[in-house]
């Protein structure tokens, strides 16, 4: 099973890009790597999916390196609404969650 | 009106006691899931199922037993509750087939006293 690694918490400004980096170290040819924001007391939604090089959406962009062992999520000019913790994901996969990083923005 | 739909959405029980949680979903797919989440963690997986005539266990299972009735119904038990089950509960849903996208509920707070 492909175990995702990302860090437990960050912190950044207003206005600044936040990139967030998942290693993924076991991924297998077929699995997907997916990112999914959870506000409190809410479910986790959906931001982006991929399988190698960029991905880009009206929210973030996905970065994969052609080993595909890791994947950097970025936000660009994050605002307060964006504090949230997000998990990374390798699917298909026991669809396994894990602790997330919890982004704090500050004003 | 939710495509995910969990109830209830608060509850308290006493240890020993049964609880079920329901969930249905209105978006056809066929994988759904339970999840349980304890406060500042992430999510772990309790029971998954891709069909109705199928069920996993995931990360988590022991306590906890489920039922799918229907392609959009798929119930979380705890057959006799116990304080450390106090968490957030989530169904989720999705689509059949790798890398689809997964739907949450609103989940359901669950209190064991």
């Known amino acids: 099973l492909a175990k995702t690694t990302q860090p437990i918490s960050m912190d950044s400004y207003e206005g600044q890009e936040v990139n967030i980096t998942c290693s993924h170290n076991?991924?297998?040819?077929?699995?997907?790597i997916t990112w999914y924001q959870q506000f409190p007391s809410q479910g986790p939604r959906f931001i982006i999916q991929?399988?190698?090089t960029k991905v880009t959406n009206e929210v973030a962009s996905l970065f994969i390196p052609a080993d595909r062992k890791s994947s950097t999520l970025s936000l660009p000019r994050v605002s307060l609404s964006d504090t949230a913790v997000y998990y990374c994901?390798?699917?298909?996969?026991?669809?396994?969650f894990g602790t997330g990083t919890r982004l704090q923005v500050f004003p | 009106d939710a495509d995910v739909t969990q109830t209830p959405r608060n509850r308290i029980t006493k240890t020993g006691k049964r609880i079920m949680l329901e969930c249905s979903q209105t978006?056809?797919?066929?994988?759904m899931y339970w999840y349980r989440q304890d406060p500042g963690l992430g999510l772990r997986l309790i029971y998954y199922?891709?069909?109705?005539?199928?069920?996993n266990k995931g990360e988590i299972s022991d306590g906890y037993s489920v039922s799918r009735q229907a392609q959009a119904k798929f119930s979380l038990s705890l057959e006799s509750a116990i304080p450390n089950q106090t968490a957030l509960y989530f169904c989720?849903?999705?689509?059949?087939?790798?890398?689809?996208?997964?739907?949450f509920g609103e989940g359901s707070w669950l209190t064991v006293v």
């Open positions: 989720a849903t999705s689509e059949q087939g790798d890398g689809n996208t997964i739907y």
């Open positions: 076991n991924i297998a040819t077929n699995d997907y």
């Open positions: 994901l390798v699917v298909p996969d026991k669809l396994i």
């Open positions: 199922s891709f069909d109705v005539k199928d069920i």
């Open positions: 991929g399988y190698k």
């Open positions: 978006k056809g797919h066929d994988r």
